[in-house]
């Protein structure tokens, strides 16, 4: 409701102007359309100002560094893989990245590298006011993940405290899950 009060003024003098008519009711009617834009801005700057606040907690809260799986070498690059479609993770499980580059920006609490902010302050907005995000992408080795797309999304909700977080999962299968699922598949 309090925001509803910050209207009220803009909302009488419109019909004021128009009623008046002539150069002063367009007068009046054209400061009425300025003060309602002029509040309209400071209702989106506050709440980009919580994003900013938000942001500068994260920052100050930055610890080791992320993990990183490299899937372009070694066993990754050659696992056998399953997609698994886009299922809902839990935030905990995911412990680390695929990307060499942001597994030196980010914290293992995946957050945000400063030149980031305004990225972020954006992700941060829309995630707190409703906006649906698309699910981030991860490999999914035995009960952790690693994140391939969706790094400032991942901290974002982190950062909400969100619990679980939609993920398009790939599972990488490790040499001794490859010779199990063969078996079961060679026995049906």
């Known amino acids: ?107 293992r609490g995946f957050r945000p590298p400063e030149w980031s902010r305004e990225r972020w302050s954006q992700l941060y907005h829309a995630a707190s006011t409703g906006s649906p995000l698309p699910p981030i992408s991860v490999y999914r080795v035995g009960d952790s993940h690693f994140v391939r797309d969706g790094h400032h999304r991942v901290s974002v909700a982190r950062a909400l405290g969100a619990r679980e977080v939609d993920a398009v999962v790939v599972e990488l299968l490790q040499r001794s899950e490859r010779i199990v699922s063969v078996a079961h598949s060679t026995a049906s």
Do not use: N
Not at 31 to 51: I, Q
Not at 56 to 74: K, N, T
Not at 77 to 82: D, F, I, N, P, V
């Open 1 to 107: 409701m309090p925001r509803a009060r910050r209207f009220v003024l803009p909302a009488l003098l419109a019909p004021a102007g128009i009623v008046l008519g002539g150069v002063p009711g367009f007068l009046l009617a054209f400061l009425a359309g300025l003060l309602a834009v002029d509040r309209a801005l400071d209702l989106a700057g506050g709440r980009l100002a919580g994003a900013e606040a938000a942001f500068a907690r994260a920052r100050r809260q930055r610890g080791a560094p992320l993990v990183y799986l490299a899937d372009d070498h070694g066993w990754a690059a050659t696992a056998a893989r399953r997609r698994l479609g886009v299922r809902t993770i839990a935030i905990e499980t995911i412990v680390g990245t695929c990307d060499r580059h942001k597994a030196e920006v980010f914290d």
